[in-house]
Antibody
Framework: QVQLQESGPGLVKPSQTLSLTCTVSGGSISSGPYYWSWIRQPAGKGLEWIGRVSSSGGTNYNSSLKSRVTISMDTSKNQFSLNLSSVTAADTAVYYC????????????WGPGTLVTVSS | QSALTQPPSASGSPGQSVTISCTGTSSDVGGYNYVSWYQQHPGKAPKVMIYEVSKRPSGVPDRFSGSKSGNTASLTVSGLQAEDEADYYCSSYAGSNNFVVFGGGTKLTVL
């Protein structure tokens, strides 16, 4: 059974960089084909796709966040990570990592989510 | 503003059926058969209920069904049960660059 778990600071100061890691168990992130994504949800609001890294390491980002986002993978630790720079209060949200099998076209496994608050 | 349009709320009594719509464009919903529906209970991660427009993952009751016509997809929940009360989000593949877009979510209330 595949499991995903987000980790990282729950509080980030404005203008700093938000850094989160998703640890995957029950399968290798380098085997696929899968896309490993970050998705966020501000309190009381809908879901927003942030970006993805493929099993082979290629990345794509939401155009509205592209200038501030970097997603990378560490196959030795079976993890992928999110860096979001120059954060503001608008970046306060629950951040989820999720898996998208390219053969199915849906997010079939999700982490439980982690709340990140941007505040001084 | 979300890329896909959903009604903010829907409701029905136990045993009844309710349908939630999800309207996009020819660049997402209308252009691909990769529409998914997610159920989210408070404080929990979303759970896929329908994928590829009308397919159900293992373990999802057959009371949940999906369909699509043109740029609009629909989720129907038949035989409503109390545990179906949740937020429902649609999503669609939107091409290799935009990848995926979500709807704003619909709060389903079981009366």
């Amino acid at each position: 059974q595949v499991q995903l778990q987000e980790s990282g600071p729950g509080l980030v100061k404005p203008s700093q960089t938000l850094s989160l890691t998703c640890t995957v168990s029950g399968g290798s992130i380098s085997s696929g084909p899968y896309y490993w994504s970050w998705i966020r949800q501000p309190a009381g609001k809908g879901l927003e796709w942030i970006g993805r890294v493929s099993s082979s390491g290629g990345t794509n980002y939401n155009s509205s966040l592209k200038s501030r986002v970097t997603i990378s993978m560490d196959t030795s630790k079976n993890q992928f990570s999110l860096n979001l720079s120059s954060v503001t209060a608008a970046d306060t949200a629950v951040y989820y990592c999720a898996r998208w099998p390219t053969s199915k076209g849906d997010f079939d496994y999700w982490g439980p989510g982690t709340l990140v608050t941007v505040s001084s | 503003q979300s890329a896909l349009t959903q009604p903010p709320s829907a409701s029905g009594s136990p045993g009844q059926s309710v349908t939630i719509s999800c309207t996009g464009t020819s660049s997402d919903v209308g252009g691909y058969n990769y529409v998914s529906w997610y159920q989210q209970h408070p404080g929990k991660a979303p759970k896929v209920m329908i994928y590829e427009v009308s397919k159900r993952p293992s373990g999802v009751p057959d009371r949940f069904s999906g369909s699509k016509s043109g740029n609009t997809a629909s989720l129907t929940v038949s035989g409503l049960q109390a545990e179906d009360e949740a937020d429902y989000y649609c999503s669609s593949y939107a091409g290799s660059n935009n990848f995926v877009v979500f709807g704003g979510g619909t709060k389903l209330t079981v009366l």
